[in-house]
């Protein structure tokens, strides 16, 4: 065997705490060759007879570099398996509703048949797009229109629970009520199951504009087999359909920051419900009339459900941004060319200065106001005019 190899490296020479080392590197030959040498060389000694009785015959040298030339027929590593594609997308209901392999590897323990059903009955309740099952633990429904929005989501990578998303309007289900109604067992009480709380298994959540989401954990068959759970699609479906066409009726009523505009950030509406707003109003009225003052050519734009845009020409980009309705404090944020803002400078300002150079282009600046006295701190006017200055200062070198 050890003299047909290419290439030999002989450790030696002796076996435990007296090997280790390499003895000889090369053809069978050169191990042959370097027995000359002091020391014992066991391997070449065995070797010698063997190669002194034949056959023999002279072969080309393997050359390693031959091996590196590209050829016509070669492909990239990166590129292999490009073409594949994963089992979702070549079968993407088969994969969510009955192989149905968890994020982990393990097999999926719900029952499959839940969502197909769900979804084959939201398609007879409504008109939407088609289902979208080709992703790896998501299955989406949407609207017809893009700016729809989503109805339904199925979050399908979890071993003992499905969990189903539905986007339905605000105060279209009563909390109490609907857990009432479905009368899911919490996980405490699932004894087959290794998962565990007291939690409702019906959660809420506010979304943005007049929406909810209400999320349904589920497991068995018998869970959904009942007239209550049927019927509580069916209303989410009505009430889904019921908002888009509001929508597009009457885009203000439904997202009413447009139609208000300045009114809207200036009341206490859009907040997140049952959370106490810690600033008052007069620091959205001092912080707005200072940048109205330095930046008197800008425009406002008041069209956005949470932020107010400033835009100064000719940056693209908004000069300042005021976040209005987060409850615990008003926050602007400045965005400049590089090194318009130190941190040095706006250390004295407000609440919280920060200074985000993260950018390749531009820096950030990031203040936050609870009271009127923080506005007040450290000259915040002043601090404005200078910074819009070097915008336009930058703007006038690269003319």
């Not at 002989?10 to 002091?38: H, I, K, Y």
Request: proline residues 6%; contains cysteine.
């Amino acid at each position: 065997v050890i003299k047909t190899a290419d290439w030999i490296i002989d450790m030696g020479p002796e076996a435990g705490a007296d090997g280790g080392r390499v003895v000889a590197v090369g053809t069978p030959e050169d191990l042959v060759a370097s027995a000359s040498t002091p020391g014992p060389h066991h391997t070449a000694s065995a070797l010698r007879p063997v190669l002194e009785q034949g056959p023999y015959q002279e072969r080309a040298a393997f050359d390693p570099h031959a091996t590196v030339v590209e050829k016509e027929t070669d492909m990239k590593l990166a590129d292999v398996g490009g073409d594949a594609r994963m089992p979702w997308e070549l079968d993407g209901r088969r994969w969510h509703t009955q192989d149905r392999i968890g994020r982990d590897g393990k097999p999926c323990r719900w029952d499959g048949r839940v969502l197909a059903a769900v979804v084959d009955r939201i398609h007879e309740l409504g008109t939407f797009s088609e289902t979208n099952w080709n992703s790896r633990s998501v299955v989406e429904i949407t609207g017809t229109q893009r700016v729809d929005g989503w109805f339904f989501h199925a979050l399908t990578g979890e071993n003992w629970l499905l969990k189903l998303k539905f986007r339905v309007a605000k105060h279209a289900f009563k909390r109490d009520k609907l857990e009432q109604d479905l009368n899911l067992k919490s996980l405490n009480e699932l004894d087959d199951l290794p998962v565990y709380g007291n939690d409702s298994r019906v959660k809420f959540q506010t979304l943005r504009g007049a929406w909810h989401e209400i999320q349904v954990h589920l497991h068995s068959w018998e869970e959904v087999d009942t007239p209550p759970f049927w019927n509580f699609v069916e209303h989410a479906v009505h009430s889904y359909q019921r908002m888009t066409q509001r929508a597009a009726e009457s885009p203000d009523e439904v997202s009413p920051w447009k139609k208000l505009g300045k009114k809207w950030h200036f009341s206490r509406r859009g907040f997140p419900p049952g959370q106490s707003v810690a600033w008052p109003m007069e620091c959205l009225e001092q912080l707005c009339g200072w940048l109205q003052d330095v930046a008197p050519e800008g425009q406002f734009l008041w069209n956005n459900q949470q932020v107010v845009h400033l835009f100064v020409k000719p940056q693209r980009d908004p000069w300042a941004t005021i976040y209005t309705k987060r409850p615990g404090d008003l926050d602007l944020v400045l965005s400049g060319p590089k090194s318009s803002a130190s941190l040095g400078r706006v250390a004295e300002l407000a609440r919280e200065p920060r200074v985000d150079t993260s950018h390749q282009q531009r820096d950030v600046v990031k203040l936050k106001f609870r009271d009127v006295d923080d506005l007040e701190r450290g000259d915040l006017k002043q601090f404005l005019q200078e910074h819009l200055g070097r915008i336009y200062s930058q703007n006038n070198d690269h003319a």
